[in-house]
């Protein structure tokens, strides 16, 4: 799984999409949950996600014109879905320096 994936336009622009903390948090803030009962709003609303890193600005319809050009689309989507989930797992990853026989945190 890429922690980045390049996506090249039909006219050759280049735009790199990638998920972090803050993405996920606006995204999550904004009602998108992956749902596979509504496919279309998910995908169309992840891909329009993975831009907001690096290209905040892109007119949604640019990138829905560019998602429309995509082949492997089945591939690119579960791509993004692992993607979305890595700013998520590194939330969760415990700190490996703590020592693991004494917790930062305790029950009252």
């Known amino acids: 799984m890429a ?5 090249t336009a039909k006219d050759g622009a280049k735009y790199t999409l990638e998920f ?9 803030r904004n009602g998108f949950v992956i749902d596979t009962d509504r496919p279309y709003t998910m995908v169309t ?16 319809d640019r990138v829905r014109a560019i998602w429309d050009e995509q082949n492997h689309k089945d591939e690119l989507l579960a791509e993004l879905i692992a ?10 990853k415990d700190n490996e320096e703590a020592d693991a026989e004494n917790p930062t945190w305790t029950r009252a």
């Open 3 to 7: 922690n980045q994936i390049i996506v």
């Open 20 to 28: 972090n903390r803050k993405v996920v948090e606006t995204m999550e």
């Open 45 to 60: 609303t992840l891909f329009l996600g993975a831009f907001r890193m690096h290209h905040r600005g892109i007119d949604p």
């Open 83 to 92: 993607m979305y989930n890595v700013p998520l797992n590194s939330l969760m």
